[in-house]
């Protein structure tokens, strides 16, 4: 059974810094693209970052580089280090992820990590 599990969610103070991880677990044969969404309350779901298998990153443009998205392929994590945190970041933040196992190709989500950035 393939597993994501978010951490490294929390409360910070606006201008904070935060590093959010992904660890797929399971019988994993291997991890393709993966990426991050945020859903804000009343809001819906966005694309943070995305990465593929050889390490190309893609970011959504309100990000406005102070997201940093990298990948552990030995490990099969992902990390979001997010720098110059504003209020308007607070959401739960969701690891997506194409994994092959047993099952073959599937895609996953992680149940979600909470940031709020407030004073």
């Known amino acids: 059974q393939v597993q994501l599990v978010e951490s490294g969610g929390g409360l910070v103070q606006p201008g904070g810094s935060l590093r959010l991880s992904c660890a797929a677990s399971?019988?994993?044969?291997?991890?393709?693209?993966m990426a991050w969404y945020r859903r804000a309350p009343g809001k819906e779901r966005q694309l943070v970052a995305s990465i593929t298998g050889s390490g190309r990153t893609n970011y959504a443009d309100f990000v406005e580089g102070r997201f940093t998205l990298s990948r552990d392929n030995a490990k099969n994590t992902m990390y979001l280090q997010i720098n110059s945190l504003k209020p308007e970041d607070t959401a739960v933040y969701y690891c997506?992820?194409?994994?092959?196992?047993?099952?073959?190709?599937?895609?996953?989500w992680g149940q979600g990590t909470q940031v709020t950035v407030s004073s």
């Open positions: 997506n992820a194409d994994v092959l196992s047993a099952l073959g190709l599937r895609n996953y």
């Open positions: 399971g019988s994993i044969f291997g991890v393709n693209n």
